[in-house]
């Protein structure tokens, strides 16, 4: 119902910013939850970032500690379009980066039911 197109990855000097960016298109890929999550080598598929669906007093937005005040993540209904603005960015933050989307909002946070195929983001030293 939902596919999902991660861009936006590559190699990012620490300090750097990058910007991710998530494609939905599906039956049901309108203005549904979405999210971020990452996974480093030899590390767990972790949560980075989620976000509503728009409603009536905007959207709702939840992100990781370890990426909080750094990242910011936004919606562009018009283009169906899921973003994660990365700033200042570490060592660390070197991984997969996968966008996830569900139906329900919850359910992002621990991962939905689609996902995308994932991008590289590396950050050097």
């Known amino acids: 119902q939902v596919q999902l197109i991660e861009s936006g990855g590559g190699l990012v000097q620490a300090g750097g910013s990058r910007r991710l960016s998530c494609a939905a298109s599906g039956r049901t890929s309108g203005n549904i939850p979405m999210g971020w999550f990452r996974q480093a080598p030899g590390k767990e598929r972790e949560f980075v970032a989620g976000i509503s669906g728009s409603g009536t007093f905007g959207t709702f937005t939840n992100y990781a500690d370890t990426v909080k005040g750094r990242f910011t993540i936004s919606r562009d209904d018009a283009k169906n379009t899921v973003y994660l603005q990365m700033n200042s960015l570490k060592p660390e933050d070197t991984a997969v980066y996968y966008c996830?989307?569900?139906?329900?909002?919850?359910?992002?946070?621990?991962?939905?039911?689609?996902w995308g195929q994932g991008t590289q983001v590396t950050v050097s030293s």
């Open positions: 996830t989307a569900d139906m329900s909002y919850v359910r992002i946070n621990r991962g939905g039911a689609y």
